[in-house]
């Protein structure tokens, strides 16, 4: 019963430490055919179909940056919203279109993808890279 008992307080701890580290990911909804590819600075992400909402994180550096939003709409809604740490407003894409969108941010940054039966794709990354 004591093994049972460690077992289960390490299992706790580690799950806890692995929220801690992986961020602030939330993701809602649906998303069918979804491949996504993300690092620390850039988000990119693929989709027959998207409804609901995500939240990302990444890391825009600690000088101000040149960002971008790339955006492909063949169907649906999508809007996007990049706020700083402090939940200033950088950037909102209402129902946004198919194109690139700039705009600059430092540190960490949040995102927070709203879709409606979106078909397409969106990447946000360094305009740099």
């Known amino acids: 019963m004591r093994d049972k008992n460690k ?7 580690f799950v806890c430490i692995m929220i801690l580290f992986c961020g602030c990911n939330y993701n809602s909804g649906l998303a069918i055919g979804k491949v996504e590819s993300s690092t620390g600075t ?16 990444l890391s825009a550096g600690k000088e ?8 492909v709409t063949e169907e649906g809604e ?8 402090n939940g200033e407003e950088i950037i909102f894409l209402d129902n946004a ?3 690139t969108y700039e705009f600059t941010a430092e540190g960490k940054i949040k995102i927070t993808i709203k879709a409606k039966d979106h078909h397409g794709s969106f990447e946000i990354k360094r305009a740099d890279s």
């Open 78 to 85: 999508i809007d996007i919203t990049v706020t700083d740490r």
């Open 64 to 71: 101000e940056q040149k960002m971008e939003a790339i955006i």
């Open 97 to 99: 279109e198919t194109g």
């Open 7 to 13: 077992i289960l307080k390490i299992l706790a701890a």
């Open 42 to 57: 850039r988000i990119k992400q693929s989709h027959l179909l998207l409804n609901g909402t995500e939240v990302r994180t």
